[in-house]
């Protein structure tokens, strides 16, 4: 499979774009249904989460790769799985009430069935998934650390992981950190990252690992307590800006102290005349 992991980018390969045209899938995380408008169309979510999100990410494409960046499609995974099944969850609230978690779940496990053609023939799978992404050559998954197992499945089924021929997979580009990961509670897995050399063996891993928004002594910290982490695919973050101010250490008694902590140092900072956008 034509795959990479990374930091951050943008993958093409003009010699695999159907009749010129170049397309990238990506998605973006926003919360569970449960926390979502459940009468809005779910491709909804990513400008109530995040206004202008679509915008900005066409935007910086237009910068990076000129006329290209038209055929981007930005979706999250259940809005891609959506499409993929043909139905909205304002129909389905029609019929049965309000969606719960396990109705954004079925979605997910619908299109993956249907992409893989379960159930079907060889052939008529193989016609049922080309007519389900015509035109569409490359994914772009953000953030692969945080997705749970219905993504992890949907992307696979995107990507024809599965699939024995070349010629009938997607460009797969990841962009995940194994260092990180704040979903577990909700079922993403760290290990979607440490494995993806695994589930893709033919894949690229380009590290990114100049940091832009830390100082050096934040960056030497980070690395000397993540390096005890075992499983690590391995990282040496660096920055060329300065060393910075020594790190302070504040052991607060509840989460309520440490907001208090936090408020007041920013107060402190504010005071001292520095830009709040800097804090």
Known sequence: TRASVASSGVVR??????????????????PNGSTVDQTDAIEGQIER????????????????????ANGVTVLTCHALAMRLVGASFAERKAHSGNPGDS??????????????GRGLPPEDADQQRDRLLAGFRWILVDEY????????????????????????????????????????W?????ENVQHFLRDFPNAKTIRLEQNYRSTANILGAANAVIAHNPSRLGKQLWTADEAGESIAVYAAYNEQDEARFVIERIREYLRAGHVPSEV
Do not use: M
Not at 53 to 63: A, Y
Not at 186 to 190: I, Y
């Open 103 to 116: 109705d954004f779940d079925a979605v997910l496990d619908e299109a993956t069935v249907l992409l893989e």
């Open 145 to 184: 650390q945080d997705i749970g197992p219905g993504q992890y499945a949907l992307i696979s089924a995107l990507a024809g992981r599965k699939r024995s021929d070349e010629d009938g997979r997607l460009n797969l580009f990841a962009v995940g950190d194994d260092d990180q990961s704040i979903y577990g």
């Open 13 to 30: 390969d003009p010699s695999r774009a159907p009749e010129g045209r170049h397309t990238v899938w990506a998605y973006c995380h926003v």
């Open 49 to 68: 989460f995040a206004p202008g999100f679509r915008d900005r990410i066409i935007g910086r494409l237009r910068e990076l790769i000129g006329d290209d």
């Open 186 to 190: 909700r079922g993403a897995r760290v």
